[in-house]
């Protein structure tokens, strides 16, 4: 890369930090920070080396979607920015399709010219009034962008009618949804694959089945394992710094799986959930007995029960980069303890991930036009490619 771009590309990756326009997902704020090291000049990266590099995990390559996914919503924080404040700038950062780098491109004159004239004329003193602040204060202003400016959104949306009243009286318990599997042996020395059944969700109930249909006693075993979806994992990332801004700190915020929530843990604390709605387990009953949807033959179907519309996602058969629907799923209620529950939930990893953007977005909380502390459910509908969410609009809201 010449002298010339290096600079270039510097000065609008200065651009993008000052703006906050990552808000405040650490996850953006690494994969923004890795791809702009200069060490790396403009080089791409394997897509294995960003998943360890940058989130700390092997890639698992036979469906792990994590790091497409926030190279997605990199591309289109980019996009906003020079849709907006940045529509005036000269050059521009890109992520090139297929590629995981940053490239910088030069924008026409005519282009910026049409953005130039756009601005309001009372801008211009207050932009050069600004710089000198900002060249005084340049170590006050990164830790405001870094820090404040996260702080406060997060105070904002602890505040709005979702998440008000959470960790307030009680500690807040974090579930992640997860599966029970076990192995097939097919009557061989060890397990040949292994299997997941809706029906069979511990080794106690495998046990049980297994007395049921004798004839399989030793083709299938306990192998003591369990999985959380991907989608499940990068949703409660986005999700946590809400809950510990919520609960008034991480000491008063535990995280287990949906295979470890006890009934007496359902009373004692405030409740988030956050996966696959075929993975509330214990939680299931409490949220469809009040429920205005209920599920359908399958988890990939929710009915509304007082039309009898149904929605069915097809994202469980998506692959590659075909377009699918998915379907989340976003409620609050109180239990018969007085404590609060929030559900955070898709039918799949799109669904999920999406609920997990619209549960820490207070605009997008906003327009559901929630009322008190009352009980409130949304579904949404949500369009990706794969498994990258490409955005979600409400279908039903319930209050």
């Not at 008063?252 to 509330?280: E, N, Q, W």
């Amino acid at each position: 890369m010449s002298e010339q771009r290096s600079e270039a590309l510097a000065t609008q990756v200065a651009r993008i930090r000052e703006s906050g326009i990552l808000g405040r997902s650490h996850g953006l704020a690494r994969l923004f920070d890795y791809l702009a090291d200069p060490a790396r000049g403009g080089r791409t990266q394997r897509e294995a080396d960003v998943a360890q590099d940058v989130f700390g995990r092997e890639l698992d390559l036979s469906g792990d979607a994590s790091v497409r996914v926030y190279v997605h919503r990199l591309r289109k924080k980019l996009d906003d920015f020079y849709a907006g404040p940045g529509a005036s700038e000269p050059h521009r950062l890109v992520i090139p399709v297929g590629e995981y780098r940053l490239d910088v491109t030069e924008v026409s004159a005519e282009v910026v010219a049409v953005a130039t004239k756009t601005r309001p004329r009372w801008l211009w003193p207050a932009v050069a009034a600004a710089t000198l602040l900002l060249a005084a204060n340049a170590g006050a202003w990164w830790w405001v962008a870094q820090e404040a400016a996260p702080s406060r959104e997060l105070a904002r949306t602890a505040a709005s009618p979702l998440w008000a009243g959470i960790g307030r009286d009680r500690p807040v318990i974090v579930v992640v949804g997860d599966y029970y599997i076990f192995g097939d042996t097919d009557y061989g020395d060890g397990p040949k694959r292994m299997i997941r059944a809706f029906e069979i969700n511990s080794p106690a109930d495998l046990d049980a089945w297994l007395m049921d249909n004798p004839q399989l006693q030793g083709r299938y075993i306990d192998l003591d394992t369990y999985y959380t979806p991907v989608g499940a994992t990068l949703a409660l990332r986005e999700i946590m710094p809400l809950v510990r801004q919520s609960a008034g700190g991480i000491d008063r915020v535990r995280v287990i799986t949906a295979s470890h929530l006890t009934p007496d843990l359902m009373k004692s604390a405030d409740i988030v959930y956050v996966g696959y709605l075929s993975a509330l387990r214990m939680l299931q009953e409490p949220v469809f007995e009040r429920s205005r949807f209920a599920i359908g033959s399958t988890y990939d179907e929710l009915i509304d029960r007082k039309t009898g519309q149904s929605f069915v996602s097809g994202a469980g058969t998506a692959s590659g980069d075909r377009p699918n629907r998915d379907y989340g799923y976003l409620a609050r209620f109180q239990g018969p303890a007085g404590n609060h529950f929030i559900i955070v939930a898709g039918n799949r990893d799109i669904g999920v991930m999406q609920m997990a953007e619209v549960a820490t977005d207070p605009g997008a909380l906003a327009r559901l036009k929630i009322q008190g502390e009352g009980a409130v459910e949304a579904l949404y509908e949500v369009d990706g490619v794969g498994r990258t969410a490409l955005g979600a609009k409400p279908v039903i809201a319930a209050r």
